[in-house]
């Protein structure tokens, strides 16, 4: 076992450190997108569903096809990391949309309407209202994401992204359950770092039941 | 005296037709407090947000301190007219000190300036900043929450306050206590009052007149004295239908 980890240890450490880059790269333009994009569909509720909607069929290809499809684009499939963190952003946007959108549009609206009588502008209820009060449900939403980004990037190895997905991939090809687990285990570890993590983070954000009072 | 609120002509009909107010004109002079009585979709709160525009009368005109609402810049004219409603109006986010320094935080008040002028608020309207600027909406009782939203609608020292039925929401006794903290305050800033309100006892207590609304239409604008001995049959009916229930109380005490 000794023997493994000093033989297998570096490369683990290096390929975790990419898996890192390629879920945190994919989560930073998920958040980028899907954020602006929830908030602009509470303005604009009719768009909501089909908006919705189109992420959600995202969510419901195959990530190995996937990963596949974006191969032959052109620049895109120049660099796998590139193909890997466009299908990763793109299983992470529904989780951070739904919950953005369900974050602002679940709020109070006598709240909204008081925050317009005190004559708070339009920016102002935004940032001192509305995404204080969604913080905690955005948050939920990008620990979701980046949880299931977590899993997903395993594949990305199939594309040859790297990852720790390169050493189960190596495992599964050459029948050695000690790489599938070199591989699977730090993978899994990772998935629950981060879900803790986000996890207080989400908790710090939550806002105390408004009716539960002493 | 000059009037800082007056409606002229004000009607308000929602878009599928329904009237909730039909003409109403009425003044409301300087410093003092004007109470709108009414039952239950009589068109109170529909006058009362008129004022600050959270409801655009249909037709005539609505003047604060002189000037139509309309004309006025939306944002400056809300920091200028303190708002308090029934429960719910405090941000869960917000400590009672930041909350009440809001509107401050809204015009780039200094930090500093911002929380003195809370602490000095929440200490004119019965809370010790010490014990109560931190803490939150769910840590404070019903009353305490009513307070905290009575020192945020001060925050701006607006000339003008709108309040929709503020102690709607609280125990009995609690209300009281808060009538009479509020009618001692009102008394020592002489501001301009527009309070809604379906509690008779409310309204003799803290207005210099009583509006009665029925069906959009103001049916009685009086001293409360006259509102009392008023033989209009509208009035006559909300004071014996309101003092039914006093009389039952007592009955049922003896």
């Known amino acids: ?214 | 005296m000059s009037a800082a609120i007056e409606f002229r002509e004000v009607s308000f009909a929602l878009p599928q037709g329904r009237r909730l107010l039909e003409r109403v004109s009425l003044a409301v002079d300087e410093g003092t407090t004007t109470v709108v009585l009414g039952r239950s979709g009589s068109g109170k709160t529909t006058l009362l947000r008129t004022v600050n525009r959270m409801v655009e009368a249909t037709s005539g005109t609505v003047l604060v301190g002189g000037t139509d609402v309309r004309q006025a810049d939306l944002v400056r004219l809300r920091r200028g007219i303190g708002y308090v409603i029934q429960e719910t109006g405090l941000f869960p986010h917000m400590t009672a000190e930041r909350d009440v320094g809001l509107v401050l935080e809204a015009e780039k008040t200094p930090k500093a300036n911002r929380l003195r002028r809370s602490h000095e608020l929440l200490a004119a309207v019965g809370l010790d900043p010490e014990q109560f600027s931190r803490r939150y909406p769910h840590q404070l009782s019903g009353g305490q929450r009513q307070r905290v939203g009575l020192a945020r609608a001060l925050a701006a020292d607006p000339p003008v306050l709108l309040m929709d039925e503020p102690f709607g929401a609280l125990d009995p006794l609690t209300r009281a206590e808060m009538q009479d903290m509020l009618g001692r305050l009102l008394r020592q800033l002489r501001k301009t009052v527009l309070l809604v309100t379906h509690d008779l006892d409310e309204a003799l207590l803290l207005g210099d007149r009583i509006v009665l609304l029925d069906q959009g239409r103001v049916v009685a604008h009086l001293e409360p004295e006259a509102f009392l001995q008023s033989r209009e049959t509208a009035v006559m009916e909300y004071v014996r239908a309101f003092h039914r229930g006093e009389r039952r109380a007592a009955e049922e005490q003896r």
């Open chain 1, 1 to 214: 076992m000794s023997g493994f980890l000093s033989r297998y240890g570096g490369e683990i450490g290096i390929l975790t450190l990419e898996h890192l880059w390629l879920t945190g790269a994919a989560m930073l333009w998920a958040t980028a997108i899907a954020v602006p994009a929830g908030v602009w569909l509470t303005r604009r509720p009719r768009w909501a569903k089909p908006v919705i909607g189109v992420a959600n069929v995202l969510q419901t290809i195959p990530s190995l096809a996937m990963f596949g499809f974006l191969l032959p684009l052109p620049w895109l499939g120049e660099r796998a990391a590139r193909v890997a963190i466009v299908a990763l952003t793109a299983y992470a946007l529904l989780p951070v949309l739904r919950n953005t959108y369900a974050g602002i549009e679940g709020i109070d609206p006598s709240l909204l309407s008081v925050a317009r009588a005190l004559g708070l502008t339009g920016a102002q209820r935004f940032f001192k209202v509305e995404l204080p009060l969604a913080a905690s449900f955005i948050l939920a939403g990008l620990r979701t994401a980046t949880v299931t980004c977590v899993g997903i990037a395993t594949i990305a190895a199939a594309v040859g992204a790297g990852g720790l997905g390169e050493l189960i991939f190596r495992g599964v090809a050459s029948i050695d359950n000690r790489l599938i687990l070199a591989g699977a285990i730090p993978a899994a570890l990772l998935a629950l770092a981060v879900d803790g993590a986000l996890g207080l983070l989400e908790r710090w954000f939550r806002i105390p039941a408004a009716k539960a009072a002493p």
